[in-house]
């Protein structure tokens, strides 16, 4: 499966991991064992280390017009490959095979875009009361970057990161998510047929523990990007204190969904259905949690569980074209499980449609979970107080606007939030009130390559996308000069 490449790329060429043992990598749709490969060690991580080093001294000077020329060559192979590409995330990942495809175009418009912010990286002249003093400010890179990332999105998310560094003039050194390995060797294959010099990025595929404290520790690496859970994020933070490095994380999310008695109940209701249950709900920026206006409650609740009900789970890559594929592990199930168990029996909830795995026909070891509605849930339930990071809904009622935004805050996370209402006054005020990064007003379609994607509170620190993207790859400097 993985046969030409391997679990390094350094120095422009692929390379066998010089780890003990090899990593399985098993296909959630059906259970199956896709391929293994040798992982990456700590000498390898020093190579690596090395190779981005020496590239930086380099590549830091290097034109920003062939940085643009570069990254566009790129997107062009990126697009050369999409239905190899999509069907590598669909068997690694699960994802239905539209989606897949999706994430792949997503990768090459991240490049594109990047090419054209390596254009725009201005800097300014800033007036000042001296006529002959001028002050200069101009943006430099910050060097060797760090990025590690998970499995859920194993394309879009590698390029989030590294478009804008190699845009910055920087170099990049990724750790991606071992469950999903092809996805990034043949991203990584992109690249190489590109023509990016010998060093500017660099892969390594292991067991995160084998290689992290080479990297981490090393002064050289300036900058670290992480995507991923809390408790992980916050000991990078604590690792990076350590050497003073630029942090940007992703730490996940548990977006609320208020739905006020204005809004038009259909059109709502088609675009929560169809959002909550993208990747199987594994997604950063799903909608978690339901508050219902009071009025439109038992209305909305019935719709939704019959829309949830005719939903059609099944294998990615199956020609039939399923609304939903499997979660990423087996062990996902228990915890899926567990949540709705826990919010029926010890908080009260009620178990409107699902809360078990399933059995597809023709994939019985696969990882499917089925849709599931919990409703009458308090704020303190596990399904509402936490992120599920699965196609579990969680609802409640609300009638107050400010009690309803209070609710809404009442958690650690802040990543996103949606609201749908006609009014106004209305949309004004949960923009001021709503503690998170994006909010969307009547829309989930909230991701998007020329926008700053990211969180506050838990859920996180930094901006991926749009123009604030690549200031997150430099220092900036100003220089003060007066005439002698």
């Known amino acids: 499966?993985?046969?030409?490449?391997?679990?390094?790329?350094?120095?422009?060429?692929?390379?066998?991991?010089a780890g003990c043992g090899e990593l399985l990598v098993y296909n959630p749709g059906d259970g199956s064992t896709i391929g293994a490969f040798r992982k990456a060690s700590s000498s390898d991580a020093l190579e690596v280390l090395e190779s981005a080093c020496k590239a930086f001294r380099t590549w830091r000077n290097t034109s920003e017009y062939?940085?643009?020329?570069?990254?566009?060559?790129?997107?062009?192979?990126?697009?050369?490959?999409?239905d190899d590409g999509a069907r590598m995330i669909s068997l690694e990942n699960g994802k239905i095979l539209a989606q897949a495809r999706n994430e792949w175009l997503s990768a090459a418009k991240q490049f594109r875009w990047y090419a054209g912010e390596a254009l725009r990286l201005y800097g300014r002249v800033i007036p000042t009361s001296a006529c002959d003093t001028t002050v200069q400010l101009v943006y430099a890179p910050i060097g060797v970057c760090l990025a590690i990332t998970p499995w859920n999105f194993p394309v879009s998310l590698i390029s989030r990161k590294i478009a804008p560094a190699i845009a910055a003039g920087?170099?990049?050194?990724?750790?991606?998510?071992?469950?999903?390995?092809?996805?990034?060797?043949l991203l990584f294959d992109c690249i190489r047929k590109a023509g990016v010099p010998s060093g500017i990025v660099s892969l390594l595929?292991?067991?995160?523990?084998?290689?992290?404290?080479t990297l981490i520790n090393s002064t050289e690496v300036r900058k670290v990007s992480f995507?991923?859970?809390?408790?992980?994020?916050?000991?990078?933070?604590?690792?990076?204190?350590?050497?003073?490095?630029?942090?940007?994380?992703?730490?996940?999310?548990?977006?609320?969904?208020?739905?006020?008695?204005?809004?038009?109940?259909?059109?709502?209701?088609?675009?929560?259905?169809?959002?909550?249950?993208?990747?199987?709900?594994?997604?950063?920026?799903?909608?978690?949690?339901?508050?219902?206006?009071?009025?439109?409650?038992?209305?909305?609740?019935?719709?939704y569980v019959e829309c949830v009900n005719r939903l059609t789970i099944g294998y990615g890559l199956c020609n039939s074209a399923p609304d939903m594929g499997p979660v990423i592990t087996k062990q996902r199930l228990s915890v899926l499980e567990n949540i709705a168990r826990h919010s029926v029996n010890k908080d009260g909830g009620e178990l409107r449609s699902g809360g078990s795995?399933?059995?597809?026909?023709?994939?019985?070891?696969?990882?499917?979970?089925?849709?599931?509605?919990?409703?009458?849930?308090?704020?303190?339930?596990?399904?509402?107080?936490s992120e599920n990071f699965g196609?579990?809904?969680?609802?409640?009622?609300?009638d107050d606007e400010e009690e309803v935004l209070y609710r809404a805050n009442a958690v650690p996370h802040g990543l996103a939030?949606?609201?749908?209402?006609?009014?106004?006054?209305?949309?004004?005020?949960?923009?001021?009130?709503?503690?998170?990064?994006?909010?969307?007003?009547?829309?989930?379609n909230i991701s998007m390559t020329a926008a700053p994607f990211g969180g506050v509170k838990h859920s996180g620190m930094g901006r991926e996308g749009g123009a604030e993207g690549i200031h997150e790859y430099c220092d900036t400097k100003y220089a003060c000069s007066t005439i002698l």
């Not at 499966?1 to 991991?17: C, L, N, P, S, T």
């Open 1 to 17: 499966m993985y046969h030409g490449y391997g679990a390094v790329f350094v120095q422009g060429r692929w390379k066998e991991g």
């Open 66 to 82: 062939v940085r643009a020329e570069i990254l566009n060559a790129i997107a062009d192979k990126i697009e050369s490959c999409i």
């Open 170 to 185: 920087c170099t990049s050194i990724v750790c991606p998510s071992h469950e999903t390995p092809g996805s990034a060797m």
């Open 205 to 213: 595929i292991g067991d995160i523990k084998d290689t992290y404290r």
């Open 227 to 303: 995507t991923g859970s809390i408790g992980v994020g916050k000991q990078i933070l604590q690792d990076c204190a350590q050497d003073i490095k630029r942090v940007s994380m992703e730490l996940g999310g548990n977006a609320p969904v208020i739905v006020f008695d204005d809004t038009d109940i259909e059109t709502s209701l088609a675009l929560a259905v169809a959002r909550k249950h993208v990747n199987a709900g594994q997604v950063c920026i799903a909608p978690d949690r339901f508050y219902i206006h009071s009025k439109i409650y038992e209305e909305f609740v019935d719709r």
């Open 357 to 385: 795995p399933i059995e597809v026909p023709g994939y019985s070891e696969g990882y499917y979970f089925s849709p599931t509605v919990i409703t009458g849930l308090s704020d303190n339930a596990l399904a509402i107080a």
């Open 391 to 398: 196609p579990i809904s969680a609802f409640s009622s609300f």
């Open 417 to 444: 939030a949606y609201i749908f209402t006609s009014n106004y006054t209305r949309i004004q005020n949960s923009l001021r009130m709503l503690a998170a990064g994006m909010i969307g007003i009547n829309t989930f």
